[in-house]
């Protein structure tokens, strides 16, 4: 589910929500200001249907799009996949609720690997503690425990920048048909409880950047353009 943090019963749901999440564009600001993206090599893993890598190309990013097969034989696929991309050709990896990218996951240490000395890997998931909260209970513990300083993603390394975001509908109506339509009876509940046709949403990117490496005398004197690779976008 990278293109929403919750899986919708169909697709006509998944796009219909994919306009309320973030209307104001606070997540790829934020990840503008992490990363930066813009006029980047930008690497989106595990992408879905790519909404979220077409809106980081809108905002200036040169991306590489990875689908990850939803199969039981996904992790093979993601290290096939994940091989045949350059070794520290990204500035940037991001990756957008995925349940690959957990604390602690090969996912993670592949992910790091493309990226240049210095580079940005950008997971985002959900922070919780807002409005939306409720129509996942499963998960809250896990989430909260991910955000703990002594927790899997910031006792490796990482650091966390919470972004205060919105589901933001066209009216209450529209709130209410498609909280109930995507989430059943806690979809009424909430939608009953709205003064106002949004919902506060919090957003958690934990960031890191890749270790630098040492550079072989050889590459050091190597003339310019000839060492080295950069990535090759995938083509449209």
């Known amino acids: 589910m990278p ?6 019963p169909c697709a006509s749901l998944d796009e219909a929500f994919a306009g309320v999440v973030d209307r104001e564009g606070k997540i790829p600001a934020a990840l503008e200001e992490l990363g930066p993206v813009i006029g980047q090599e930008v690497v989106v893993l595990d992408c879905g249907r790519g909404k979220r890598a077409r809106q980081l ?3 200036g990013a040169r ?3 990875v689908e990850m097969a939803a199969s039981e034989t996904v992790l093979v696929e993601l290290m096939r ?3 045949e991309l350059p070794e520290g050709g990204a500035d940037a990896v991001v990756v957008f609720w995925s349940d690959l990218a957990t604390p602690g996951s090969p ?3 592949d992910a790091m690997r493309l990226l240049r000395p210095g580079g940005r890997l950008l997971v985002v998931h959900d922070y919780g503690r807002d ?4 129509l996942r209970p499963d998960v809250c513990a896990e989430r909260v ?3 703990q300083r002594n927790g899997p993603f910031l006792g490796a390394g990482f650091r966390i920048r919470v972004i205060h975001c919105r589901w933001t509908f066209d009216s209450e109506e529209q709130a209410r048909e498609l909280l109930s339509a995507a989430f059943g009876e806690p979809g009424v509940g909430l939608a009953e409880g709205m003064k106002r046709p949004r919902l506060e949403y919090n957003v958690a990117v934990y960031h890191r950047s890749a270790p630098a490496r040492e550079v072989p005398m050889a590459a050091a004197e190597a003339p310019e353009g000839e060492a080295g690779s950069r990535l090759v976008r995938s083509p449209a």
């Open 3 to 8: 293109d929403l943090s919750m899986e919708m």
């Open 57 to 59: 190309e809108e905002f």
């Open 63 to 65: 991306v590489t799009a």
């Open 81 to 83: 996949r994940l091989s």
């Open 107 to 109: 996912f993670i240490a």
């Open 131 to 134: 409005d939306v909260w409720r």
């Open 145 to 147: 425990a991910w955000s």
